[in-house]
């Protein structure tokens, strides 16, 4: 199993930037896919990006795509998120989330989230 804890949210301004993080304790981290998702108020979890084991491929929503860029560090046991352009309706709570790499499409593990505000 894999615990993961995200940091770095807050409050920025539209058009601003802000990185945040997630760390893994537990089984080797590179065991896993890691992925961000997202809920705004309201609204169902979203997807947002993913990465592979070693960061070679990642995979982004539309919404996010040209702004925000995922990456990991498998030595700190941490993925990252990195965003910019932010824009008011990237207001969510983020989640980080870990997939066995033999089973990519279960997001068996997730942190507890990181509020990110954008205001306008």
Same mark, same amino acid.
């Given at each position: 199993?894999?615990?993961?804890?995200?940091?770095?949210?807050?409050?920025?301004?539209?058009?601003?930037?802000?990185?945040?993080? $997630?760390?893994?304790?537990?089984?080797?981290?590179?065991?896993?896919?890691?992925? &961000?998702?997202?809920?705004?108020?309201?609204? @169902?979890? @979203?997807?947002?990006? #993913?990465?592979? &084991?070693?960061?070679?491929? %990642?995979?982004?929503?539309?919404? !996010?795509?040209?702004?925000?860029?995922?990456?990991?560090?498998?030595?700190?046991?941490? !993925?990252?998120?990195?965003?910019?352009?932010?824009?008011? @309706?990237?207001? #969510?709570?983020?989640? $980080? #989330?870990?997939?066995?790499?033999?089973?990519?499409?279960?997001?068996?593990? &997730?942190?507890?989230? %990181?509020?990110? %505000?954008?205001?306008?």
């Amino acid at each position: 199993q894999v615990q993961l804890v995200e940091s770095g949210g807050g409050s920025v301004q539209a058009g601003g930037s802000l990185r945040i993080s $997630c760390a893994a304790s537990g089984r080797a981290f590179s065991d896993y896919i890691a992925a &961000w998702f997202r809920q705004a108020p309201g609204k @169902e979890r @979203e997807f947002v990006a #993913a990465i592979s &084991w070693n960061g070679g491929l %990642t995979n982004y929503a539309d919404s !996010v795509k040209g702004r925000f860029t995922i990456s990991r560090d498998n030595a700190k046991n941490t !993925v990252y998120l990195q965003m910019s352009s932010l824009k008011p @309706e990237d207001t #969510a709570i983020y989640y $980080c #989330a870990a997939a066995p790499n033999t089973r990519p499409r279960d997001y068996a593990y &997730w942190g507890q989230g %990181t509020q990110v %505000t954008v205001s306008s």
